[in-house]
């Protein structure tokens, strides 16, 4: 390999992993005054997905406790950011209109939704596959603004 290409590679790597980085500091981050969007803050010592409505009202969406996946690498922290992310980046184009749930490699998972239903995005695994229609239920009146409607707990 030339010196030049790998010059170009070197720096197309580094600008590609830089960019990723701040998107990632981004989505992590509250959204500013007047902006809505998810984030995961653990503040409170539980990581917990939160939503900033467009009143500028801070919602509490998910309550990530279940250890379930620690074994797979996936900590209730680690859980609660890349969920928060998978929700921004839903939200941000326009796919949270519709939810569903599916089935992909064994696992049932909640998806942003075609509008024929088919899963387009996925949101999160369900823990217990027995509870997804009351997950799915308790997400979508989370999305409305159901008044009293309780976080998931996950």
Do not use: H
């Amino acid at each position: 390999m030339k010196k030049d290409s790998f010059a170009k590679l070197i720096t197309s790597t580094a600008l590609m992993l830089g960019s990723l980085i701040i998107n990632l500091d981004s989505a992590s981050a509250r959204p500013a005054a007047g902006e809505r969007g998810f984030w995961c803050d653990n503040a409170t010592g539980t990581p917990l997905t939160l939503y900033q409505n467009a009143t500028g009202k801070v919602e509490t969406w998910i309550i990530w406790r279940s250890p379930i996946f620690n074994n797979l690498g996936y900590t209730p922290q680690s859980r609660c950011q890349d969920v928060s992310q998978n929700l921004e980046t839903q939200r941000q184009t326009g796919k949270l209109g519709f939810l569903t749930s599916s089935t992909l490699n064994g696992m049932t998972v909640i998806c942003a939704a075609q509008s024929d239903g088919v899963c387009d995005g996925i949101l999160f695994t369900v823990n217990d596959p027995s509870r997804v229609v009351a997950v799915l239920g308790q997400l979508l009146a989370l999305r409305e603004g159901v008044p009293n409607t309780p976080p998931l707990e996950l």
